[in-house]
């Protein structure tokens, strides 16, 4: 049960909001009738700081489950921090990690907030900025995660992140956590003896990315930050933490830092190194958007491409405009791309699918702020608290040539199986024609990100000789040739005794 987002006060009650215990594990039943897993996302991190409801000065001290002082709270969260040094506290959260396997049947966990606990600087230290031009939503959110002051009449805010540079001090040294990294391991090493078949995702990294589009305009770089922990997902028993999964947060930011950028200042080599920028045989859970981009005041990757254009365009018996083509051809690449290179796991985030136009916003009252200052609320609305899945099902309109391409994607990784093939070779990352080619499995990828060449007989290599379908050959056995229109992406599938070829094409008539 929770407080507010991720401020749980009731470790061992699911919400009585979204149901009855019941119908949670009705709900999970049916998900494994239909050959689903479902994860359930857990928060071992920190505590509601709630006295009458939570865990909080359970016992009349501030140090009953947590530490005490200014080291058991967590200011940009208010909220309470374990003490996984302390018996009780192991004991109470080991026993919760296997209350949820046995009594409501879950498949793992995603782990939230693993940075927060690994390192005692929580992966924050401190920057100043200087707050420019914030409309009063963002204003409303900043007020939630971040501290304020008045400097010689101008509001100054303080931002707290760590910037990680891959050194082993950053990671074993005085600002580790131990008695945290010792918890992951000691849970990790529980639900996979007592649950051989369990799946465990680690939540290592921080993406402050609504302060980086917020500021802009005062800073050189964006505030994106991913922690890397070495030996993550190798298992317990060789010496590491024990998750299977990391999510790789610093994709999704990457996108949203291109889009504000022109086309032409889009490098390839910069794309590829994201997407792959993992440590040795660690398995990565990858995503082109997730909540840090769509629900604290930021805009969805559609609407960052076709903004407003998505009200009155995007119906197909009215004509299309050269933004919404635009959006509609790169969106899908996006997300293919992450598919191809970003990791071994591919996350949908709701409504990324079929490019849902807008953020969530969750119903809120007025906000004042320290400087005195009222910000309105929506007056506790729900207009934008939802998601329209209904526009990826509606044939009339655009979306449901989106959603029909996520159906393609995820049906030619159900054929190949290419995202768990040992086999990833990059072979051309081409500034100049804005081509990225690369192989995985017996697929080889070829995207064209130029905004109008298109290129006819373009070589591309490919490592594993053979014939690959759609393809011209000449008497190289390690190339062939290609038609790569512009803002398209084909994937071609090596022939393996007459194999039906796997090709996915975008372009811009199949979301007309």
Not at 330 to 350: A, P, Q, S, V
Not at 505 to 511: D, F, I
Request: aromatic residues 14%; proline residues 4%; hydrophobic residues 40%.
């Amino acid at each position: 049960m929770q407080a507010l987002g991720y401020h749980v006060t009731n470790f061992f009650a699911p919400s009585s909001r979204c149901g009855t215990p019941d119908e949670l594990k009705s709900l999970i039943d049916k998900a494994h009738e239909l050959g689903l897993l479902v994860l359930m996302d857990i928060v071992h991190s920190h505590a509601s700081n709630n006295v009458l409801d939570g865990l909080n000065m359970f016992d009349g001290t501030d140090s009953h489950y947590f530490h005490s002082g200014s080291r058991g709270y967590h200011w940009m969260w208010d909220s309470r921090l374990f003490n996984y040094g302390s018996w009780e506290v192991l004991r109470f959260l080991l026993s919760n990690a296997r209350w949820w396997l046995e009594e409501y049947k879950f498949d793992g966990f995603r782990f939230d907030g693993v940075t927060s606990m690994m390192y005692t600087h929580h992966g924050l230290q401190n920057l100043i900025v200087k707050v420019v031009n914030l409309c009063p939503m963002r204003q409303m959110i900043l007020t939630c995660h971040i501290a304020f002051c008045l400097y010689n009449g101008s509001l100054i805010c303080l931002v707290l992140q760590m910037a990680f540079t891959g050194n082993y001090n950053e990671y074993f040294g005085f600002a580790t956590d131990v008695d945290a990294v010792v918890f992951l391991m000691l849970v990790n090493d529980l639900i996979h003896g007592l649950f051989p078949h369990a799946v465990t995702i680690g939540e290592d990294g921080w993406s402050f990315f609504f302060v980086n589009s917020l500021f802009t305009p005062c800073l050189s770089h964006p505030i994106l930050k991913v922690s890397g922990m070495p030996t993550f997902c190798i298992p317990v028993e060789d010496g590491g933490v024990g998750f299977d999964y990391r999510l790789h947060m610093a994709i999704a930011d990457k996108w949203i830092e291109l889009l504000k950028k022109r086309d032409e200042d889009w490098q390839m080599g910069d794309i590829v190194h994201t997407l792959t920028n993992r440590r040795w045989l660690e398995k990565c859970v990858a995503y082109a958007e997730s909540h840090d981009q769509a629900l604290v005041g930021d805009k969805t990757i559609a609407f960052w491409l076709m903004d407003k254009d998505m009200y009155d365009f995007m119906a197909l018996d009215r004509p299309s405009t050269p933004l919404i083509d635009r959006g509609i051809a790169l969106h899908k690449m996006i997300r293919l791309i992450t598919m191809g290179l970003g990791g071994e796991g591919y996350l949908n985030f709701m409504g990324n699918e079929f490019g849902h136009p807008e953020w969530i916003d969750f119903p809120r009252g007025q906000q004042r702020l320290p400087t005195g200052e009222v910000i309105p609320g929506n007056n506790f609305s729900y207009d934008k608290c939802r998601r329209r899945f209904d526009l990826g099902d509606a044939e009339y309109l655009r979306y449901h040539g989106m959603q029909e391409f996520d159906r393609a994607m995820h049906h030619l990784e159900e054929k190949y199986t290419f995202m768990t093939s040992e086999h990833q070779y990059i072979s051309r990352k081409d500034e100049g024609d804005r081509i990225i080619v690369f192989e995985r499995g017996n697929l080889v990828f070829v995207f064209n990100f130029h905004w109008s060449n298109s290129y006819f007989d373009y070589r591309i290599g490919c490592l594993k000789p053979g014939k690959y379908k759609e393809g011209w050959y000449d008497d190289r056995p390690r190339s062939f040739l290609v038609y790569a229109p512009s803002r398209t992406v084909v994937v071609y599938a090596l022939v393996d005794n007459e194999l039906e070829p796997a090709q996915v094409e975008n372009e811009l008539e199949s979301a007309s």
